[in-house]
């Protein structure tokens, strides 16, 4: 949680800066988080109170947040929430993590002038509109090329269930072509999911595995990993969404 906390600290800052000399008592940051968002909301509510608990960066005023939960990939209930964060008086939104919804709440921050921050891979990026900023880390996909490229992987296997979640892996897919690593793709589907997948890699001896799984399948892929007896000292897995 650490980096997330860092990341909507900075944010926060940043936003009360531009406020600094004419702040109310009570400034509302609106937050819109999924359901299976716990981990996120936990880090934007710990950011809200250490920034509260620092008596130098806000003398005179205290942060206030305003939780949204929405329904996954529902653009509809993006548009109410947002609506609901307007009537609260919020000064800046956070979120939400849905491609699909977070398209929706930045028109919408761009039409109120509104600053919006978005913290998911975005897959369009210069066609931010203005008061859009990304807080994703642009760098995270040379770093895991990086990594596994110092690791001297000579083959590994990417499990992944969002074919546009792979754009951040792109830097990652060089290794193909510059060094003539064996990588191959297993998409989790509904008949095809983590048990046969991972029975599937231990059946090719494959040991080096990167996860681009959502936060909250983590533990349910390693669950299964352990069934398989993939989880020994020969078996590397590499995890990109923590």
């Not at 000579?154 to 690593?181: C, H, P």
Request: with cysteine; glycine share 4%; aromatic share 10%.
């Amino acid at each position: 949680m650490g980096r997330n906390v860092d990341v909507f600290r900075f944010a926060l800052l940043f936003i009360n800066m531009g406020l600094r000399y004419s702040l109310p008592e009570v400034i509302r940051i609106g937050g819109l988080f999924e359901n299976f968002d716990d981990d996120r909301e936990m880090a934007f509510r710990y950011a809200v109170d250490r920034i509260n608990a620092d008596d130098s960066v806000l003398p005179n005023s205290r942060l206030s947040a305003k939780i949204e939960r929405l329904k996954p990939q529902s653009s509809f209930h993006a548009a109410k929430s947002v609506c609901s964060l307007v009537s609260d008086e919020v000064v800046a939104i956070f979120g939400p993590n849905s491609v699909a919804s977070s398209a929706l709440v930045r028109s919408t921050a761009s039409a109120l002038h509104l600053p919006h921050l978005e913290s998911h891979w975005d897959l369009e990026k210069g066609a931010k509109a203005g008061y859009t900023i990304s807080l994703f880390p642009q760098s995270l996909g040379t770093a895991i090329y990086q990594l596994v490229k110092s690791k001297n992987w000579r083959s590994f296997t990417i499990i992944y269930e969002d074919a546009e979640e792979l754009m951040k892996l792109q830097e990652l897919m060089k290794l193909r072509n510059q060094n003539n690593v064996k990588i191959s793709l297993q998409q989790y589907t509904v008949d095809f999911q983590y048990n046969k997948i991972l029975k599937d890699i231990r059946k090719k001896g494959e040991t080096n595995i990167v996860l681009e799984v959502p936060t909250s399948r983590i533990k349910d892929v390693l669950a299964e990993a352990q069934k398989a007896g993939m989880l020994t000292e020969y078996h590397n897995y590499l995890v990109t969404s923590l």
